[in-house]
C-alpha cells in the first residue's frame, strides 16, 4: 500500500496562486481571482510558493498574486527571493501591498514585480492587471533620431518605472522638478546608465519643450489622436531626444483639450513608453482629467508638488479627499514642497510642520529655492546641471535622483 493520498496531484493544474500568509485577510482579493479565473486558482503561503516553482506543475501557472500587509514586512527578503525565482520561471508576480511603509514599497518596487496593486483593491485593478500581463510586449524598434548606445539597448521585455510629476497649483515648479529629475536620472552614468524618457502630458501649457528648447511637433499631435495606430516605432518617432540622452515627447504644437486621449489612450502609451524605457517621467496637467487614475495607477511613485501657501495646501487636501473617496491608490503619491524654507529658517519649518500635521500629510521632499538662476536655466532651455551645476535645487534632485537610480539600476541588473 502506497500513502499517496497526501501526493494526488490536482485534478488540473492552476492558472494562478494568490501567495500570502492569510488570504483571509485578503478577502476582496479572494472574490477578484474568483471573478477572474473561476476555480482555476490556487492559494499557497510564501514559502510553499517558492517551493512549488520547483515542481513541474508549475509550468501551467500563469501569475502570482502575492499579497502583504504590514505584519509581511519581516519578511522582505523570502518575497524578494519568490520574485526573483517567478522571474526566473516566467512567472508573472502581481504584488498586493496593503499599508505597507514607504521604505519598504521602495523595496519591494526593486523586486521586479510585474505590476503593483493597493490593497483594497480598487475596482476592476486586478482584471487590469492581468490584462497588463497578458498583453505582448510591444515591438521595440529603434528611435529614429537615435540616441547613442540608447536605441542599441531599447530591446526585449521590460518594464520601466514610471514617475509622474503633478503641481498641485499653477506654477508651484512640477515641470522645473520633473526636466530636471529626468536630466539627473539619464546623466548619472557616464555609460550605460538607465534609458530615461519624458512625456509631457500638459497638452495645452506644457513647458517641457521650453525647459529643454526643443520644438513642438505636428508628429506629437498625430500620435495621440490615433492611439489605435500607436506602436513602439512612431512613439520613438515622435520623441526627440535631448544632448544625446534623454528622450522627449513635447507638447504638441496645437493647444489641445486635454480629453483628445482617454485613459486607454494614456494606458497604451504608459505600456509602451515603459518597454522601451527603463525610466519613464511624465509630467501630468495641474487639472484632473479623466486619465489622472490612469497615470496614477500606472506610476510607481507620483509626485505631487506643492508650495507653502494656502493655495496648494487646500488643493492637496482636495486631491487627497478625491483620491481617497474614488478608492484611488493615494499611497503612490510623495510630497514635494518647493521653495522650501531653509534648514535655518525656524518659522518656515514650523510652519510646514503645521501644513503637513493639518493636511495628514508627509512632505517627504524639500526643494530648496533656487532664485533667480532656476528660471534662467529654464529660460536658455538647460537643466540645472548644464548651466548652474551647484543651485542648490539641482543638488537637491541630483539626491533624489541618486537613490531613484539605485532603485531603477538594480531593476536593469535583473533583466
Ligand atoms: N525651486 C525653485 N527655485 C526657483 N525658481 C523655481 C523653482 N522651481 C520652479 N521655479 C521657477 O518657477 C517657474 C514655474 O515653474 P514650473 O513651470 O516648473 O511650474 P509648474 O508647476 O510646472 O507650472 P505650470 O502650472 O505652468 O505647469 C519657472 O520660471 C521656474 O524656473
Ligand atoms: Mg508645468
Redesign the pocket.
Given at each position: 500500500m502506497t500513502s499517496s493520498v497526501a501526493l494526488q496531484p490536482e485534478p488540473a493544474p492552476v492558472a494562478a496562486c494568490t501567495v500570502s500568509r492569510d488570504v483571509q485577510a485578503f478577502d476582496l482579493l479572494i472574490e477578484d481571482m474568483e471573478t477572474e479565473l473561476g476555480e482555476s486558482w490556487g492559494d499557497l503561503s510564501f514559502e510553499d510558493a517558492i517551493a512549488f516553482l520547483e515542481q513541474p506543475d508549475s509550468e501551467a501557472l500563469e501569475f502570482f498574486a502575492v499579497a502583504m500587509n504590514a505584519q509581511d514586512e519581516g519578511e522582505l527578503a523570502l518575497i524578494g527571493e519568490l520574485i526573483a525565482l517567478s522571474k526566473d520561471r516566467g512567472v508573472k508576480v502581481i504584488l498586493i501591498a496593503e499599508d505597507v511603509s514607504p521604505s519598504v514599497l521602495h523595496q519591494l518596487l526593486k523586486t521586479g514585480a510585474n505590476d503593483f496593486l493597493p490593497y483594497p483593491l480598487p475596482e476592476g485593478a486586478l482584471h487590469e492587471a492581468i490584462v497588463r500581463i497578458r498583453t505582448p510586449e510591444p515591438e521595440v524598434a529603434a528611435p529614429a533620431n537615435g540616441a547613442n548606445g540608447l536605441a542599441a539597448r531599447a530591446g526585449g521585455s521590460h518594464d520601466g518605472a514610471i514617475f509622474a510629476?503633478h503641481?498641485l497649483?499653477?506654477?508651484?515648479?512640477?515641470?522645473?522638478?520633473?526636466?530636471n529629475l529626468a536630466w539627473e536620472l539619464a546623466t548619472k552614468e557616464k555609460k550605460d546608465g538607465p534609458r530615461v524618457c519624458l512625456l509631457d502630458l500638459?497638452f495645452q501649457?506644457?513647458?517641457v519643450s521650453t525647459?529643454l528648447d526643443l520644438p513642438r511637433r505636428d508628429v506629437v499631435y498625430e500620435l495621440l489622436s490615433d492611439t489605435s495606430a500607436m506602436d513602439a516605432d512612431n512613439f520613438l518617432q515622435a520623441m526627440q531626444t535631448f544632448n544625446d540622452r534623454l528622450h522627449v515627447l513635447t507638447a504638441p504644437a496645437d493647444m489641445l483639450p486635454l480629453d483628445i486621449v482617454g485613459p486607454e489612450d494614456i494606458a497604451t502609451l504608459l505600456d509602451i513608453a515603459r518597454a522601451n524605457f527603463d525610466v519613464v517621467i511624465v509630467?501630468m496637467?495641474?487639472t484632473l482629467v479623466a486619465w489622472t487614475e490612469t497615470v496614477l495607477s500606472h506610476a510607481n511613485v507620483y509626485f505631487a508638488?506643492l508650495e507653502l501657501d494656502m493655495r496648494s495646501a487646500q488643493n492637496a487636501l482636495r486631491f487627497m479627499r478625491l483620491l481617497k473617496g474614488e478608492d484611488l491608490p493615494y499611497e503612490k503619491l510623495r510630497f514635494a514642497l518647493?521653495?522650501?524654507p531653509r534648514f535655518t529658517d525656524l518659522q518656515g519649518k514650523a510652519r510646514v510642520k503645521r501644513m503637513a500635521e493639518s493636511l495628514d500629510i508627509d512632505i517627504e521632499l524639500m526643494?530648496?529655492?533656487?532664485?533667480?538662476?532656476?528660471?534662467?536655466?529654464?529660460?536658455h532651455g538647460l537643466p540645472l546641471s548644464e548651466n548652474a551645476g551647484k543651485?542648490?535645487?539641482r543638488k537637491e534632485i541630483a539626491k533624489l535622483a541618486a537613490s531613484l537610480h539605485e532603485l531603477v539600476g538594480s531593476e536593469i541588473e535583473g533583466g
Open positions: 510629476t503641481g497649483a499653477g506654477g508651484v515648479g512640477a515641470t522645473t522638478f520633473a526636466v500638459d501649457t506644457g513647458s525647459y509630467d496637467p495641474k508638488v518647493n521653495r522650501a526643494l530648496p529655492d533656487g532664485q533667480k538662476q532656476v528660471a534662467q536655466a529654464c529660460d543651485n542648490p535645487l
